[in-house]
C-alpha cells in the first residue's frame, strides 16, 4: 500500500528505440554467389501499473506509457530499417537480398485487479505507442547465366493496452487513452541481364498492432463525473516490387 498523499500520484514510464541494419554484399567471379541478410528490430515490452492489493488515496492519479511518441503527440521518426544490397557478376552468377524490419512494442499501462484507487481529482490512465518498419532489398546479376533474389518483410505490430481491473472508490473523472500508429514498408528490385537471366521479388508489408482500452467487467468506478474511453488505430502499410532482366533467354517474377 502506498501512503496517503494530497497532490497527484503520478507514474510514467517512456521507451525510445531504433535499429539499423545495412548490409552490401559484393559477389565477382566465374561462379558468383552471395547473399545480403539485415535484420532490424524494435521490440521493447514498456508496462507502467499499480499492482494488486495496492490502495492509493491521492488529489489526482495519472498513469502513462509512451514509446516513440513525443509530448507533443505525436509519434516519433523512431524507425526500424533493414537494408540490403547484393550486387554480382561473372561467368554464372547468383545473388540475393532479404532484409527484414520488424518495430512491435508492447506498451501497457493498467491498475491490476484487487488495487484501490481513492481521488480528490481526476485519474488518467493513457498508453501511447507509435512503431515504424522500413525494409529495402535489391539484387543485381549481371552474366552469362544469372539468378538474382530479392525478398523484402517489414512488420509494424505490436500491442498498445490500456485497462483499468481495479476499483475507483472516489474520483471526480475517469480518461482511458489508447492509441497506436504503425507504418510498415517493404521494397524490392530483383534486376540482371546475360545470356540467359532469372529474376525474382518478393515483399510482405503488415501494420497490425492489437489495441486495447477496457474497464474489467469485476470493476467498480465511482466518480462525480464523466467517464471517458477514447482509443485511435493509425495504420500504413505499402509493399512494393519492380525489377528489369534482359537477355536471350530472360524471366522475371514479382510478387
Do not use: C
Amino acid at each position: 500500500a502506498l501512503p496517503i498523499s494530497t497532490g497527484v500520484t503520478s507514474v510514467a514510464s517512456e521507451s525510445l528505440g531504433r535499429a539499423e541494419a545495412d548490409v552490401f554484399k559484393l559477389s565477382i567471379g566465374v561462379v558468383a554467389l552471395g547473399v545480403g541478410l539485415a535484420d532490424a528490430k524494435v521490440t521493447p515490452n514498456i508496462e507502467t501499473f499499480i499492482g494488486s492489493g495496492a490502495s492509493i488515496t491521492a488529489g489526482g492519479i495519472t498513469l502513462r506509457s509512451r514509446h516513440n511518441w513525443s509530448d507533443a503527440g505525436a509519434r516519433l521518426d523512431k524507425t526500424a530499417d533493414a537494408q540490403s544490397v547484393a550486387p554480382g557478376g561473372g561467368a554464372y552468377s547468383g545473388t540475393g537480398a532479404a532484409p527484414s524490419a520488424t518495430a512491435s512494442a508492447d506498451v501497457a499501462t493498467f491498475v491490476a485487479s484487487g488495487a484501490t484507487l481513492r481521488s480528490t481529482g481526476s485519474i488518467s490512465i493513457s498508453t501511447f505507442a507509435g512503431n515504424i518498419a522500413v525494409s529495402d532489398a535489391n539484387s543485381l546479376s549481371i552474366s552469362g547465366l544469372g539468378l538474382g533474389l530479392s525478398i523484402s518483410n517489414a512488420f509494424a505490430q505490436g500491442t498498445a493496452a490500456s485497462r483499468m481491473d481495479g476499483n475507483i472508490a472516489q474520483g471526480v473523472s475517469v480518461s482511458m487513452i489508447a492509441q497506436a500508429r504503425n507504418t510498415a514498408s517493404a521494397e524490392a528490385d530483383a534486376s540482371g541481364g546475360g545470356l540467359a537471366s532469372i529474376n525474382g521479388a518478393q515483399t510482405d508489408a503488415r501494420a497490425k498492432p492489437t489495441v486495447t482500452n477496457r474497464i474489467g467487467s469485476n470493476s467498480t468506478v465511482t466518480v462525480s463525473g464523466g467517464i471517458a474511453l477514447s482509443t485511435t488505430v493509425e495504420t500504413d502499410a505499402l509493399a512494393r516490387t519492380k525489377g528489369l532482366t534482359a537477355g536471350g533467354l530472360a524471366i522475371g517474377v514479382m510478387a
